[in-house]
């Protein structure tokens, strides 16, 4: 009998499935996930040690690995007339989705994203970077509390929920180190669920969530129960979405977000690569203690732009020089975490050069998948640069909701809409069939 190369998929992995017709048994999937992501793989355990990251699906030759599908659901709330159906949309699915029709890489693609998503049919278009500066807010006012009543440190991103999943299976221990602030989508989910249904007077069973994401793991991240998305669907799978609903892209109408949770500031658009996210709570930091608005240009140097990488780097801020770093890869966080007393901010991601490499992106040839990525991280970056805010404390809509409904960061309300916490699942790896 022939070796099983392959990784295992279980049958209720939420994100990743594979079409065993088409699988060649080469083994690279399972490559991918130990020699590149990391994943200490244990044949022994009842389940997959799986994050859910699908890395695996980007690199099958021959197709055989795809998200779980989950479209077809979103198109039935469509085609139901009693359902309030908004859809939530990641920064890095407006600098990939035109992949799918032809387009380069890199092309950024924001009104003519939102103009497909209302002419298919959806009721409230938003932008997921109006819950990535409000994680923003959030993580740098922690953050800040952190540095001065000496609490624990480093503090970890929280953002990506494959690196999360990854430290609750293999060093619980250090939960205490990751923010608690959830992730711009479990954000927005609450901000929708909450403030949007009572400002628009809608009860909450008659509204479906769905959001648009370049990420197959946000697919588990919606099932901890306080996120309160209803459906994640990929970049592939809107790809689908749109051309069985016979729509191109490159030729429908441009349209603004809907208002409430409109476009973010330039800070929260940059999440979608790596680097952004340590990026934008700096700036904000940086405010909170001084004052002054600052862009500390980590994100643009040189050796953030390789994959798999660690950059480290000091920044000063008011009375802190602060030690902080940008991580790419389980593999590489575990040197960091052998060395935790030299940091003092950690932002992790999974995939290389974070969002825009996600398992749920368009796929690409695998040789050219590099630049591909680069080019989709550039469409943000340029963004950002572009915009006339760029600070997520300047988002009026931002502003907005703090003084009408939270207070504050970190207020009470905030702590309990806005934050969640871990826990240990490293019964995963103790649960052994021998």
Not at 63 to 74: F, I, R, S
Not at 412 to 421: G, I, M, R, S, V
């Amino acid at each position: 009998m022939e070796l099983n190369k392959a990784v295992r998929i279980d049958e209720d992995n939420v994100a990743i499935k594979r079409i065993e017709e088409r699988c060649i048994n080469c083994g690279r999937c399972k490559t991918i996930c130990q020699d590149v992501i990391g994943i200490n793989y244990d044949e022994r355990c009842k389940r997959a040690v799986c994050i859910n990251c699908g890395q695996c699906i980007l690199n099958c030759p021959v197709g055989a690995l795809v998200p779980k599908y989950d479209y077809k659901k979103v198109l039935d709330y469509l085609h139901d007339t009693n359902k309030i159906v908004t859809i939530s949309v990641a920064p890095a699915v407006r600098t990939s989705i035109g992949e799918g029709f032809g387009l380069l890489s890199g092309t950024f693609l924001e009104k003519e994203l939102v103009g497909a998503l209302k002419e298919v049919g959806f009721d409230y278009v938003f932008d997921v970077t109006f819950g990535a500066d409000m994680t923003v807010m959030e993580e740098a006012m922690e953050l800040v509390d952190r540095l001065k009543n000496k609490k624990t440190l480093p503090m970890f991103t929280s953002c990506c929920p494959s690196w999360v999943k990854y430290l609750e299976i293999y060093h619980p221990d250090k939960i205490d180190h990751l923010s608690t602030v959830k992730s711009p989508i479990g954000i927005q989910s609450s901000v929708i669920n909450t403030y949007f249904l009572k400002m628009m007077d809608i009860n909450k069973s008659d509204i479906v969530n769905v959001v648009v994401v370049p990420c197959t793991a946000k697919k588990f991240e919606i099932r901890r129960c306080e996120m309160g998305m209803d459906i994640a669907i990929t970049t592939n799978e809107l790809v689908l979405l749109l051309k069985e609903s016979g729509i191109d892209i490159t030729k429908v109408k441009k349209e603004e977000f809907s208002s409430l949770l409109s476009k973010g500031s330039g800070g929260g658009l940059i999440f979608g690569r790596s680097g952004g996210v340590l990026e934008s709570v700096l700036r904000c930091a940086n405010y909170i203690i001084t004052g002054k608005d600052k862009v500390t240009d980590f994100l643009h140097l040189v050796e953030n732009e390789k994959s798999g990488t660690i950059k480290k780097t000091t920044v000063n801020i008011g009375p802190y020089k602060l030690r902080v770093a940008s991580v790419q890869g389980m593999k590489n966080i575990e040197e960091v975490l052998d060395d935790l007393d030299s940091y003092d901010f950690i932002e992790v991601m999974n995939c290389p050069l974070g969002c825009v490499s996600g398992g749920g992106q368009v796929l690409t040839a695998i040789n050219k998948m590099a630049d591909i990525n680069l080019a989709r991280a550039k469409g943000l970056e340029d963004d950002d640069k572009s915009n006339n805010i760029r600070f997520c404390y300047k988002n009026k809509d931002v502003i907005n909701i703090y003084k009408t409904y939270l207070g504050y960061p970190n207020s009470p309300k905030a702590l309990k809409l806005l934050h969640t916490n871990f826990k240990d699942l490293s019964s995963i790896l103790r649960d052994l069939s021998l």
